[in-house]
Structures are given as C-alpha cells and as structure tokens.
C-alpha cells in the first residue's frame, strides 16, 4: 500500500469537523510555521520539496510564490482555485467535501508565506455543499483562535473567504477567476501584467489549485526533504487522481507518483482492471483536455518503457505518442465506446464554454462541434477529418487562454491515434449507427522501437 499524506485519515469517522481533525494532528503545520519559520523560510520549503502545481499546468508552486511582487504599501492576495469543472475531474470537491480543515490548514500556511492577510477560496458556483462546507471549516478555525487577529499570538492577521464561482468552466483560468473575484465577467486577462504583479484588485496575487495548497501541509509537518523523498525525478511527493470510466473500482486514489499506468488500472490496490471483464481501448490521463491515448501507448512508452504516473513519463514522446499529466482525471474506454461520439462530446463542452473573447476560439469550437456531429450521425465526408486537424492547428496557440489549446488538443490526438476510426463513420454511416468500431488494432503490443534486437 503506497504512503499517503493527503488522505491519511480521510476514513476517520467525524474528519470533517475540527475537533476530530485536531485530535488526528491537525494544524501542526500551522504552529510549526507561525512560531519556529519566516515567511521566507516557508517559501524556501516549498520549493526544495519540489512541489509543483496540482491543477494542470504543473508549474514549481515554490518558484510560482517567488515571483510574487512586494511592493510598499499595497496588500497581497492568495486564491483558492476550486472552481474544478473539467470532465474527468473531481479530486479537489473530494478533498474540500471530505477534509475541508486541511485546505483551510494550508491556507493559512500558504498565506502566512506570501504575506497575504486577506485570502479567498473560490468554488465552482454550483458546489454549493462544499462552499457550505468550507464556511463552516473556515468558522470553527476562526473560533479556535486558528483566524483572524494575532494567529496563536504570532502577530499575524489572516481573514478566510469563501466565494461561489460564476458557474462557467473559463473561471478556473487564473486571470478570469480574478475577474470574477471582482464581480466582473469570468474573461481572461491579456497576460503580462501577470498576477503576481497586478493581479486581485490590482495588487500581488498568487492563485494556486486546492490540491497544491493542501500539500503545503504536510511539506511543512515533515519536512522538504522527506517529502522530495516520495516520487520520482522531478515528479515529487503524491498526487490525488480522479478514476472514472470503464473500471471496476473508480473513485479518488492518492498515488506516488511514479506508479506505473498499468498498475493503477489494473491492481486491486486502485482501479481493480477494466469492469466487466472487457478490455481497455483507450485512456485520457489528465481531465478532458489533454490528448487522448490507444490502450497500447498509454501502457508503454513508443520505446517501449513503462509508462509511469509522473509529469515527465505520461510526457514522453510529446503528442506524438505521449500526453499530459494535467489535473490527474483519468477516464478509462473498453472496446465498446466509441471515440467518435467521445470527441464530439467534449468538443460540445468546450464550444459551450468558450468565453467568446478570442475569434479562433469561439468560432473554431462551434466548427469543431458541428463537423464532429456530422461524422458521428453518418452525414460526414472523408475531407471533414483534415478540415478537423486544420480547425484544431487555427486554434492551438492562438487564444489568450489555455480553453484554446483545450479544445484543439483533444480533437487532434483523437484523430492522430484513432484516425481509422473515424474513415469507418464516413465509409460506413449505417452501420456507424448501429455498432461500434471496436477494439481494433488499438491494445496491439507497439512494434520494437529500430536498433532493439530480442535476445
């Protein structure tokens, strides 16, 4: 059983309140870093333990609060990003549903680091029991002298805020969140100024996931050191991973990161293999927008390797035959779900969502939905598929934010992996509707790599 630090206690009855969470060794984190570390002691810990961001983009979380401006006179500002809406995605409603303390923890850690004295966590408008949740949390640590003026006669101010998000999945972006923050639509921002120059309310911001939050906990508990211990390469410490699709046993899992893909499905000790004794088609690593893989290439790199849990494994062979490590939502496809129908669903996502700010965005979503329905319901030509990849290349790069590139990238890798897949839809409409494509050729073990000889 592989260690945990996130959801060590998660089983224990009453968890969720602050007297069992105390009793379990909560807020020791916050004692250790408010009597015994500055503030820039607490930066540095951070950074040697390799942290880097849980939400996607995997930025170094220690190296992100460095940059943080520090001008006289002006406050500033650390935010929560909850606004977890990515299909695929669900460990932070997880952690803030069932351990609400550690995040409110660690925001008192994070925000004693950066010199913040007014903090906000922002929650995806429609989890309305987390934010209830979180209030609650924020309360009983305010009660317990944990809030507010002088934290455990420390000196240092800190109040806690909960805000409802504005229900739109552009306000995970961390310029379109401040937007909305500032009770202004959820658009992103032109980028420089950045954040941590101009950010909330024009003043130093720092925005950082729930989970990279979290894992300031115990990175302060026992030390850098040994949390750098835990991983591999610069892929350190664990990491929350949402299962879901065709698997036995899906859910949250907190893994090393290092395990292999092929363990993680597979063993009882997380997913338990693919349900209904079917097998595996294909995986999305990361939350819905990160390229799709065939069963054979999400197991083995294309030289041939384990593919392993980490930002650099799951990246090997860039997206030509690798993808991304995103924001941990892994969903599984047997040999029964057809990729298709899947891209043209999540193609539905980001049309509907895009904030409409950037011309190849808004227009090259909509063209994206409305080719791919063609192809799904048997009214598609071959050329649809090349216009497809030429949508997705107009998209990519091309937008303030990243929905661009989140968009395009799913389509992309869809029709590079599973390209025969969709000529079947063109050349066979009818029966396009009545079946499946299949397993195919997708979980076939890939040829050996050239200069590879057999002993």
């Known amino acids: 059983m592989g260690r945990k630090l996130l959801l060590e206690n998660i089983n224990v009855p009453g968890i969720n309140t602050f007297e069992?969470?105390?009793?379990?060794?909560?807020?020791?984190?916050?004692?250790?870093?408010?009597?015994?570390?500055?503030?820039?002691?607490?930066?540095?810990?951070?950074?040697?333990?390799?942290?880097?961001?849980?939400?996607?983009?995997?930025?170094?979380?220690?190296?992100?609060?460095?940059?943080?401006?520090?001008?006289?006179?002006k406050p500033r500002y650390l935010v929560c990003n909850g606004d977890e809406s990515e299909p695929g995605t669900f460990k932070d409603r997880y952690l803030m549903t069932y351990i609400p303390h550690l995040l409110i923890e660690g925001m008192i850690v994070s925000s004693y680091a950066l010199g913040a004295n007014t903090s906000y966590i922002y929650v995806r408008g429609e989890m309305m029991p987390q934010i209830r949740i979180l209030e609650k949390a924020i309360a009983e640590a305010k009660n317990a002298g944990l809030l507010g003026k002088n934290i455990l006669g420390s000196g240092y101010d800190l109040e806690l805020y909960v805000q409802p998000g504005g229900g739109a999945y552009i306000c995970g972006e961390e310029t379109a969140l401040i937007e909305s923050l500032e009770g202004k639509r959820g658009n992103p921002r032109i980028k420089p100024p950045f954040p941590a120059i101009s950010g909330l309310y024009n003043c130093p911001t720092v925005v950082n996931?729930?989970?990279?939050?979290?894992?300031?906990?115990?990175?302060?508990?026992?030390?850098?050191?040994?949390?750098?211990k835990m991983g591999i390469g610069r892929s350190?410490?664990?990491?929350?991973?949402?299962?879901?699709?065709?698997?036995?046993?899906?859910g949250v899992y907190e893994i090393e990161l290092g395990v292999s893909v092929e363990e993680f499905i597979y063993s009882d000790e997380y997913c338990g293999g693919i349900a209904n004794g079917k097998r595996m088609k294909a995986v999305?690593?990361?939350?819905?927008?990160?390229?799709?893989?065939?069963?054979?290439?999400?197991?083995?790199?294309?030289?041939?390797?384990n593919r392993l849990i980490t930002y650099e494994s799951l990246a090997d062979g860039g997206f030509a035959t690798g993808t991304m490590l995103g924001s941990g939502g892994f969903v599984v496809f047997d040999e029964d779900q057809c990729i298709v129908r899947n891209t043209w669903n999540y193609s539905r996502f980001y049309h509907h969502e895009s904030c409409g700010q950037c011309s190849p965005c808004r227009e090259g979503t909509g063209w994206m939905e409305k080719v791919l329905h063609r192809l799904e319901y048997g009214h598609g030509k071959l050329s649809d598929i090349d216009?497809?990849?030429?949508?997705?290349?107009?998209?990519?790069?091309?937008?303030?934010?990243?929905?661009g590139d989140a968009a395009a990238w799913p389509v992309a890798?869809?029709?590079?992996?599973?390209?025969?897949?969709?000529?079947?839809?063109?050349?066979?409409?009818?029966?396009?509707?009545?079946?499946?494509?299949?397993?195919?050729?997708?979980a076939d073990p890939l040829p050996k790599p050239e200069g590879v000889t057999a002993n």
């Open 20 to 73: 069992v969470y105390r009793q379990k060794g909560g807020y020791r984190a916050v004692e250790k870093a408010l009597k015994s570390m500055s503030p820039e002691d607490v930066v540095e810990e951070v950074k040697k333990s390799g942290l880097r961001g849980r939400g996607g983009a995997g930025f170094p979380t220690g190296m992100k609060w460095s940059f943080l401006a520090k001008p006289e006179g």
């Open 209 to 228: 996931n729930v989970e990279s939050i979290a894992a300031t906990v115990p990175i302060i508990n026992d030390g850098a050191d040994e949390y750098a």
């Open 387 to 403: 216009l497809l990849v030429d949508v997705s290349k107009k998209i990519e790069g091309n937008t303030i934010c990243p929905l």
């Open 236 to 250: 350190t410490g664990t990491k929350l991973i949402s299962a879901s699709g065709n698997l036995n046993k899906p």
């Open 284 to 305: 999305v690593a990361g939350g819905s927008s990160v390229p799709i893989l065939p069963a054979n290439l999400i197991l083995k790199t294309a030289n041939g390797e």
């Open 413 to 442: 890798s869809a029709i590079r992996h599973f390209r025969d897949e969709f000529e079947w839809h063109v050349t066979h409409p009818d029966e396009a509707m009545q079946r499946n494509y299949g397993l195919a050729h997708y």
